[in-house]
T-cell receptor, first 117, second 113 residues
Framework: GAVVSQHPSRVICKSGTSVKIECRSL??????MFWYRQFPKQSLMLMAT?????????EQGVEKDKFLINHASLTLSTLTVTSAHPEDSSFYIC?????????????FGNGTRLTVT | QQQVKQSPQSLIVQKGGIPIINCAYE??????FPWYQQFPGKGPALLIA?????SEKKEGRFTISFNKSAKQFSLHIMDSQPGDSATYFC????????????FGQGTTLQVKP
């Protein structure tokens, strides 16, 4: 149990376009989802906390107008990279925690490799 | 205060060896300490986690040792296998901080046959 599915796994887009990444909790409800970014051979950096039915909370230095997060249901959060540029190329990973379980295991998706040309 | 410092950056052991990865934190509000394993191109997978009320936890070949006074914790992998070759991340979070995980820098482990 506790499967998090992320789609797409890879995406290539042209500079200036927008890309949407979906994160779904398949067998549990998640009131909170987290979005991370990982550059090659580096750690996971938290971008934002996504709360169902409310605005996302962004970490310092993350542009909320560039990285749009929507958490419309208990099983789906989306990250839209708007007006993407080559420096946005990275591995984006979402994670989710079962609703009502406080500080309990975070389950991660398999990530989305974004390449902006 | 939000940092979690992890060492070493990389580690090479022979099959059957016991690699040890160390992490240190500053924020005393942290109350949940998981370890994740990540293979290239994949998301992290939870290995084992510990809370500060215990000093050691074992799950299979993986053991976490926790030293609350020193604010340090470590991962031991018993009887390591080539299939354990991956990047390992420690992390920490606190319930009062929305439960968001702060990750260490990662350790790339290579287990030689």
């Amino acid at each position: 149990g506790a499967v998090v599915s992320q789609h797409p796994s890879r995406v290539i887009c042209k500079s200036g376009t927008s890309v949407k990444i979906e994160c779904r909790s398949l067998d549990f409800q998640a009131t909170t989802m987290f979005w991370y970014r990982q550059f090659p051979k580096q750690s996971l950096m938290l971008m934002a906390t996504s709360n169902e039915g409310s605005k996302a909370t962004y970490e310092q230095g993350v542009e909320k107008d560039k990285f749009l997060i929507n958490h419309a249901s208990l099983t789906l959060s989306t990250l839209t990279v708007t007006s993407a540029h080559p420096e946005d190329s990275s591995f984006y990973i979402c994670s989710a925690r079962k609703a009502g379980t406080g500080v309990s295991p975070l389950h991660f998706g398999n990530g989305t490799r974004l390449t902006v040309t | 205060q939000q940092q979690v410092k992890q060492s070493p950056q990389s580690l090479i052991v022979q099959k059957g060896g016991i690699p040890i990865i160390n992490c240190a934190y500053e924020n005393t509000a942290f109350d949940y300490f998981p370890w994740y394993q990540q293979f290239p191109g994949k998301g992290p997978a939870l290995l084992i986690a510990i809370r500060p009320d215990v000093s050691e936890k074992k799950e299979g070949r993986f053991t976490i040792s926790f030293n609350k006074s020193a604010k340090q914790f470590s991962l031991h992998i018993m009887d390591s296998q080539p299939g354990d070759s991956a990047t390992y991340f420690c992390a920490a979070s606190s319930y009062g901080n929305t439960g968001k995980l702060i990750f260490g820098q990662g350790t790339t482990l290579q287990v030689k046959p």
